[in-house]
């Protein structure tokens, strides 16, 4: 997986906790985004982070926080007000955020978050 | 509006078979598309990356094909193997963008490779 790594890989939550997931990397990348994965649809945008001490929302970032005080970390925090967080997460990161040929998305392992 | 389609679904195909896997795409300005092999419970790897003057792009035995005209991509896999048993994602790019809103990700194709 790239020298990006994920832990846990699974991981189950009762309803109104709070639960941080965690994203490493080694690849001294600048920036690193979190994607949330449903069965059925494409991979949609929660965070993503340009640089140290930065980050932005996308398009589903209503019940996530986020952030990067290191450059190696991007720890996703998913909060008792996202209302369906049950899903599988994927942490990449990339050289830079624009997107060009010479500029993967390279992709963690995944967390697996499931809501009892 | 900007889409990736990808069809089919779903694809069963019986080892040593060969298989074709589409995507459509309505996304401009147009950057560059990646076809992306994920495993079922781990992150996606990229398999190939095409830019606008490219037509086809080989690995190994997946071979990526792009009309940027009709804006739509395949995926060909020759003598499949168990292991190609994965969903397939495309994903395109926007040009002239910063930050991360410049992905769009197809829903996926999965196949399955059996013996």
């Known amino acids: 997986d790239g020298g990006i790594t994920q832990s846990p890989k699974y991981l189950f939550r009762k309803e109104g906790q709070n639960v941080t997931l965690s994203c490493e990397q080694n690849?001294?990348?600048?920036?690193m985004y979190w994607y949330r994965q449903d069965p059925g649809q494409g991979l949609r945008l929660i965070y993503y982070s340009q640089i140290v001490n930065d980050f932005q929302k996308g398009d589903i970032a209503e019940g996530y926080s986020v952030s990067r005080e290191k450059k190696e970390s991007f720890p996703l925090t998913v909060t008792s007000a996202q209302k369906n967080p049950t899903a599988f997460y994927l942490c990449a990161s990339s050289i830079h955020s624009i997107s060009t040929v010479y500029n993967e998305q390279f992709f963690g392992p995944g967390t697996r978050l499931t809501v009892l | 509006k900007n889409q990736v389609e990808q069809s089919p679904q779903s694809l069963i195909i019986l080892e040593g078979k060969n298989c074709t896997l589409q995507?459509?795409?309505?996304?401009?300005?147009?950057?560059?598309l990646r076809w992306y092999k994920q495993d079922t419970g781990r992150g996606p790897v990229s398999l190939t990356i095409?830019?606008?003057?490219?037509n086809t792009k080989s690995n190994g035995r997946y071979t990526a094909t792009l009309d940027a005209d009709t804006k739509q991509s395949s995926l060909h896999i020759t003598a499949s193997q168990l292991s190609d048993s994965a969903s397939y994602i495309c994903v395109v790019s926007l040009s002239d963008q910063t930050g991360a809103n410049n992905l769009f990700f197809g829903t996926g194709t999965r196949l399955t490779v059996i013996p």
């Open positions: 690849l001294n990348h600048d920036a």
């Open positions: 095409m830019t606008f003057s490219e």
């Open positions: 995507c459509n795409y309505t996304v401009s300005p147009f950057s560059n």
